[in-house]
């Protein structure tokens, strides 16, 4: 008659090998692995001339004369005219900003908030 082991033992050396090769895997290739996301950076440092022929084009000088196409505004009276002259204007097409460099930065935002106030989605601001 054959006997069963009352106490048996549990061999678990091949469990610890096949976990030590997983982990020394794991431990060479995740430093790596990159994770990579893709975005889309603005061209901030890239000259590029201005010659878009539908874009309209707002210019402040130090004086805070604002002006647009032919007609010159003060700071105050812009934001209405503006809208006004561009009520009938498709709204997605570029809207450049030609600040002076001796005025407040809370003038050009201000101009900024106009515009994009009056629904244009491209505004663009202007160096030289």
Same mark, same amino acid.
Request: aromatic share 10%; hydrophobic share 45%; proline share 4%.
């Given at each position: ?5 009352? *106490?048996? *033992? ?13 982990m020394?895997?794991?431990? /060479?290739? /995740?430093p ?19 010659? *878009?022929? =539908?874009?309209?084009?707002?210019? /402040? ?7 647009? =196409? ?13 809208? #006004?002259?561009?009520? *009938? $204007? ?21 101009? $900024? =908030?106009?515009?994009?106030?009056s ?6 601001? #202007?160096?030289?």
């Amino acid at each position: 008659m054959y006997h069963w082991d009352e *106490d048996p *033992d549990l061999n678990i050396t091949p469990l610890i090998d096949v976990m030590l090769v997983l982990m020394a895997i794991f431990m /060479i290739t /995740i430093p790596v692995m990159h994770y990579e996301e893709k975005i889309n950076l603005p061209d901030g440092s890239q000259k590029a001339a201005v010659s *878009d022929a =539908k874009a309209l084009t707002v210019r /402040i000088d130090k004086d805070l004369n604002v002006y647009f =196409k032919d007609d010159t505004f003060t700071l105050d009276s812009f934001p209405d005219a503006f809208r #006004l002259q561009t009520g *009938d $204007l498709d709204k997605k097409q570029v809207v450049f900003i030609n600040a002076d460099k001796e005025i407040a930065y809370e003038n050009v935002i201000y101009l $900024l =908030k106009t515009v994009k106030q009056s629904d244009f989605t491209k505004v663009s601001l #202007l160096t030289q």
